[in-house]
């Protein structure tokens, strides 16, 4: 099945810096990659997605690149804020149907 | 609704009690998927249902785990004889169609403690 991996499991930074999470898959057949924002308690939320056609998508202080041949993509959060603080889930399309494989998650605390 | 709804929201169940988890996806959404989460990890796949049809329950961890959509809207996932290592949220997704690349969304999950 599909493998997905994601680093790092915590990330610390200050309010206004930038914040990177990478994920690599195996499975060079999926062709979509979302990226959901869990705070505490609550449901997870795309909060923006790539399809395999696309390099990189960007929405306001969010991007996401995919590189297909590496097998791997990244979340990009610029000038970051106190309410970004929340842990992310890559995740990974694959087969006919949507079966969602998740990665384990980024914990992002932004501090103040 | 407007939303993915789950009842109850949280459920405490004693070791060896049956439960049941509701389901009910946004209206028309013909794809459901159940997950489940431990704490700090991500969701984990356990069923999908495309309309009342179950068409993949690889995920499922036991016998113990049973899955339903009898009329193709309202799902139940109810886990018999419950025990400790089933505490976990679930969650339910649902989406609109059976294409790939089509947005699911997460209702709030059932927070399950066996105690």
């Known amino acids: 099945g599909e493998n997905v991996e994601q680093h790092p499991s915590t990330l610390s930074v200050q309010e206004g810096d930038s914040a990177v999470i990478k994920c690599t898959y195996s499975?060079?057949?999926?062709?979509?990659f979302p990226w959901y924002k869990q705070e505490l308690g609550k449901r997870p939320q795309l909060i923006i997605d790539?399809?395999?056609?696309?390099g990189e998508k960007k929405d306001q202080r969010i991007a996401v690149t995919l590189n297909k041949t590496a097998k791997h993509f990244s979340l990009h959060i610029t000038e970051t804020q106190p309410e970004d603080s929340a842990v992310y889930f890559c995740?990974?399309?694959?087969?006919?149907?949507?079966?969602?494989?998740f990665g384990t998650g980024t914990k992002l605390q932004v501090i103040p | 609704g407007a939303g993915v709804s789950q009842s109850p929201r949280y459920k405490v169940a004693k070791r060896g009690q049956d439960v049941a988890l509701r389901c009910d996806p946004i209206?028309?959404?013909?794809?459901l998927f159940w997950y489940q989460q431990a704490l700090g990890q991500g969701p984990e796949f356990l069923t999908y249902?495309?309309?009342?049809?179950?068409?993949?329950k690889s995920g499922l961890p036991s016998d113990r785990f049973f899955a339903e959509r009898p009329e193709g809207s309202v799902s139940t996932l109810k886990i018999q004889r419950t025990q400790q290592e089933d505490s976990a949220v679930y969650l339910c997704?649902?989406?609109?169609?059976?294409?790939?690349?089509?947005?699911?969304?997460f209702g709030q999950g059932t927070r399950l403690t066996v105690v």
């Open positions: 995740a990974v399309y694959l087969g006919g149907y949507q079966k969602v494989t």
């Open positions: 790539i399809r395999s056609n696309v």
């Open positions: 209206s028309g959404h013909v794809s």
């Open positions: 499975d060079s057949a999926s062709n979509y």
């Open positions: 249902f495309q309309n009342e049809a179950q068409l993949d």
């Open positions: 997704a649902s989406s609109l169609v059976w294409v790939r690349n089509t947005e699911a969304f």
